[in-house]
């Protein structure tokens, strides 16, 4: 009786192995029937699937006979080899099941056979124990003694509970009981025991009854038979690429898996977060389905130049979403080899560095603005000082030449009285000659003004000298109370030289602004962006207003909090505001890209024109340092405005600051 359950858990086994290739079976069937029914006008083909159809068919109900099809060395020509293959396997398997329990049969008919058995049940890989109906062991194979490091005399005699077994006997005991109720084999891949190392181990255990004749005629349950099989290292696979699994599942980078030809056969869900494409949308595709175009073909010839050879390639790559907004990742793609040493597939390991690059231009646009800033004031206090030398030498000229008009005056009217006498008539002579040769009357007229116009341009170049110098007045990293109406009126004065050409600017300053708690470099900054900004859009608008120009226009006014006209709560603001607008006459912003003005690199200007980076830092000073609003109204054709919106700050912050 042991030896045909030992049978029949063998069998299990074998039978095991065997529904899983009659599940590959129906499987192919089935790719085969929808293969065959896109491919019907090809009658060849067609031929060809039937034949496999009906080799599957007759493997189903048994018959292993080959396909035995002759086809060219197309993919049907290595679908039907393969399918003879698979039905030599099944066969194989077909034969050693059968020799095996034919022998055993043999063996547990003849008699004398008890030593053959013996042997047989020693020489199997699996731990084979018998027990009978109390719990008792009789029988332990060598291969318990192997796995489970207990003799069979330390076990044999003894209760399974009771010969110190280390393994989980109350699931064993658990196993027994559902044998019992259920009155056929139960299976358990969760068996712990204790190695020898002192390690845990895992066993798959499967428990079948034994039944033998009662006096009665009957059969009843006489014992069991326990089959192991030590499945730890598996399960040690199996839970390392559970983990692998669960980490490549949520590892914040990207993840892209290719096969040799270039095609994504899987992306994790750091992908589709970061890139915007759903796994289905992906899968099936070459990794362009992100090119943004921003690299030529030279660098991508390069890559697949690298990898196909066996190498790693590290590199920076601009991709682009699928929304259309950039993608600054840093990758690393490696080539993946099988046993032969032959690439198969490539993984792709990206890292989204998008707000780093964003964060790093930033960072050296503020160092930029600072060096600039610096320089300008250094230039401003170099230029202040002999500025002034010439506005005092100047004025001083200016004095001394009314002081010589009038005595030049007096010496005409004393001329004119010794002309009356004879006595003095040749120096008179000389007089006049000397006095028209020197056009005293050009000088009397042109000079004055000479002199005006040069004041005039030393207070002008006096008045640029202290715009650098406020413009670039450092903040030391601390707000302070700041006027904007000056600040931003030295602004303006820095870019004079940019706006002239294309636009009048008109401005309309509130004169009851309060002093305003902030960073007033980083407030230059972005009214000078904004600034530069209505420019360009004027500029791409020629033939504007008079003289082919357009207008800009900058306004400030205070926005109390009590004000019943203004919805504070809508900016999500609280408090009194500076509302600071700053309007164009230039092309406006296109609907389509009005959501992404202030992304990360987004720009519409040519090549040395723009960064991306403008509204994105000004977005960032006035949201994020100084917790205000920049929001903007726009029509293509007619114009943009943009409005800032900053809270004045605590009052007794400002006067105490003051």
Known sequence: AIAMTISLAEMRLQLEAITRWESLIFALVLIIGIAGTL???????????????????????????????????????????SFDSMIQELQKSRRYMQEYNHTLMQMVAAEGSRDELDRLIGSISYALIGLDITGTITRWNVAAEAILAVSAETAIGRRFDKAGIPWDNERTRRLLGQCETIGSPVHDDGVDYRRMDGSSGRLSLTVTPVESPGNDGVKHLSGYVLLGTDITERKRAEAMQARLATAVEQAVDSIVITDAQGIIQYVNPAFTRVSGYSSEEAVGQRPSIVNSGRHDQAFFHELWETIKRGDVWHGQLINKRKDGTLLHEKAT??????????????????????????????????????????????IAHEINTPIQFVGDNVRFLSDSFADLLT????????????????EFAGRIREFTEANQSIDIEFLRQETPKAIEETLDGVARVASIVRAMKEFSHPDHG?????????????????????????????????????????????????????????????????????????????????????????????????????????????????????????????????????????????????????????????????????????????????????
């Open 39 to 81: 491919l019907y006008k090809q009658r060849g083909i067609v031929r060809s699937l039937r034949q496999l159809s009906g080799a599957a068919r007759r493997v189903a109900k048994g018959d292993y006979s080959p396909v035995g099809m002759r086809t060219k060395r197309d993919e049907i020509g290595d679908l039907a080899a």
């Open 407 to 422: 005595l030049t005056e007096r010496s005409s009217q004393l001329i004119a009285e010794l002309g009356l006498h004879p």
């Open 478 to 658: 601390r707000k302070a109370p700041a006027d904007l109406n000056k600040a931003i009126q030295s602004t303006l004065t820095v870019t004079h030289n940019e706006l002239k050409y294309v636009a009048d600017v008109v401005t309309d300053f509130d004169d009851n602004l309060p002093p305003v708690w902030c960073h007033l470099g980083d407030i230059n900054q972005v009214v000078l962006n904004l600034l530069v900004n209505a420019a360009h859009a004027i500029g791409d608008v020629p033939g504007k207003g008079e003289n082919n120009k357009g207008t800009i226009t900058v306004s400030t006014r205070l926005i109390r909090a009590s004000d019943a006209a203004f919805d504070a709560k809508a900016l999500a603001l609280e408090g009194d505001l500076v509302h600071i607008a700053i309007s164009d006459t230039g092309t406006g912003i296109p609907e389509a890209i009005r959501g992404r003005i202030f992304e990360h690199f987004f720009t519409t200007k040519g090549v040395g024109r723009g960064t991306g980076q403008g509204l994105t830092i000004a977005r960032s000073i006035i949201a994020e340092k100084h917790g205000g609003q920049i929001t903007f109204d726009t029509e293509v054709g007619k114009g943009t405005t943009f409005h800032i919106y900053l809270p004045v700050g605590a009052e007794e912050n400002v006067a105490a600051a003051v």
């Open 333 to 378: 793609i490696s080539p993946v080899r099988d046993a032969s040493g032959r690439i198969v597939n490539y993984v792709g390991v990206k890292h989204d560095i998008t707000q780093e690059m964003a964060l790093e231009m930033q960072l050296r646009q503020s160092q930029k603005l600072e060096a600039v800033g610096s320089l300008a004031a250094g």
